[in-house]
Nanobody, 126 residues
């Protein structure tokens, strides 16, 4: 059974930084893409960033240049480094993994991800 566990959320001031971590277990890690999504109250879950099994990265326009996704296959962990945080980045952040090995049809679509973590709250104060 695949399990994802996020950590690293918290309260940060405008312009600050946080690094989220997502530890995966239950299957070999390196052959799968990984993604980060976020959800604010009253809104749908939105794509933030994804990382293919080969290391290609994908970002939402709203976070390009500020967020960086990376992975450590030895630790079976994916990270989301968030810099220059803004109040509009406030949300619950979810780590996600697909069922499909190797390539995805779309890294941006939440429907392609089957496994989800419990989420970690990120709050950015103005």
């Amino acid at each position: 059974q695949v399990r994802l566990m996020e950590s690293g959320g918290g309260l940060v001031q405008f312009g600050g930084s946080l690094r989220l971590s997502c530890a995966a277990s239950g299957r070999p890690f390196s052959a799968y893409a990984m993604g980060w999504f976020r959800q604010s109250p009253g809104k749908e879950r939105d794509f933030v960033a994804a990382l293919s099994w080969t290391g290609n990265t994908y970002y939402a326009d709203s976070v390009k240049g500020r967020f960086t996704i990376s992975r450590d296959n030895a630790k079976q962990t994916v990270y989301l480094q968030m810099n220059s945080l803004k109040p509009e980045d406030t949300a619950i952040y979810y780590c996600a993994a697909p069922e499909k090995v190797y390539y995805l049809n779309s890294y941006y679509d939440a429907k392609n991800y089957v496994y989800w973590g419990q989420g970690t709250q990120v709050t950015v104060s103005s």
